[in-house]
């Protein structure tokens, strides 16, 4: 069973515009969101993270909006730039639990001049 | 500093072999993770190490073991290769088992 759907499977954007990629999830016990950019050859790399005791966290271009009711958090990204055409990756943990990360299905996201 | 370094990069193997891959964590780092990712899809959790002590296993038959050494490195074992096997093999280090997991670059691993 998927514990987290992340949704679009790629994502088309023009450059100077705005991407938006979106994760729901069931179990409430996680506690740790972070976002996760992978580019081809290259493992993933620590975007941006949110707890749930927030509704919003803003790192420059990059902001995550967390909707702790209805089980959805989402990564905005202003000003898209082609250096930011990557896979991206939702995650999940249960930080004081089993502290595995759990993983979305990823997006493709490219930015188009 | 040097972040997460897997060995090796690419790995050939034939069904039926045996593989190691090794992983030396961020300096300072004590918990390392194992993740095998298929092409096309998110990293799934296999192993987590910590203080040289197994914290937590994934959904993946016994073919795949792994250890930490006192240094705080670790390798992960898998026997018996089947073709299904074929995968990125990611390495995550953290300072302790409560803080951000950083990856590595995997082992490509295809198998024959």
């Known amino acids: 069973q998927q514990q987290v759907k992340q949704s679009p499977q790629s994502l088309i954007v023009q450059k100077g515009g705005i991407s938006i990629i979106n994760c729901a999830y069931e179990?409430?016990?996680?506690?740790?969101f972070p976002w996760y950019q992978q580019f081809p050859g290259k493992g993933p790399a620590l975007l941006i993270a949110?707890?749930?005791?927030?509704s919003e966290k803003k790192e420059g271009r990059f902001t995550i909006s967390f909707n702790k009711s209805a089980k959805q958090f989402s990564l905005h990204i202003m000003d898209s730039q082609p250096g930011d055409s990557a896979t991206y990756f939702c995650?999940?943990?249960?930080?004081?639990?089993?502290?595995?990360?759990?993983f979305g299905t990823g997006t493709r996201l490219t930015i188009i001049p | 500093d040097a972040g997460v370094t897997q060995s090796p990069t690419h790995l050939i193997k034939t069904r039926g072999q045996q593989v190691t891959l090794r992983c030396s964590p961020i300096s300072g780092h004590k918990s390392v993770s194992w993740y095998q990712q298929v092409l096309g899809q998110g990293p799934q959790f296999i192993f987590q190490y910590y203080e040289k002590e197994e914290r937590g296993r994934g959904n993946f038959p016994d073919r795949f073991s792994a250890r930490q050494f006192p240094n705080y490195s670790s390798e992960l074992n898998v026997n018996a290769l089947l073709l299904g096997d074929s995968a990125l093999y990611l390495c995550a280090s953290s300072i302790d088992r409560y803080q951000p997991q950083h990856f590595g670059d995997g082992t490509r691993l295809s198998i024959l």
């Open positions: 179990n409430t016990a996680f506690d740790y």
């Open positions: 995650a999940l943990q249960v930080l004081f639990g089993n502290e595995k990360l759990t």
């Open positions: 949110i707890r749930p005791d927030v």
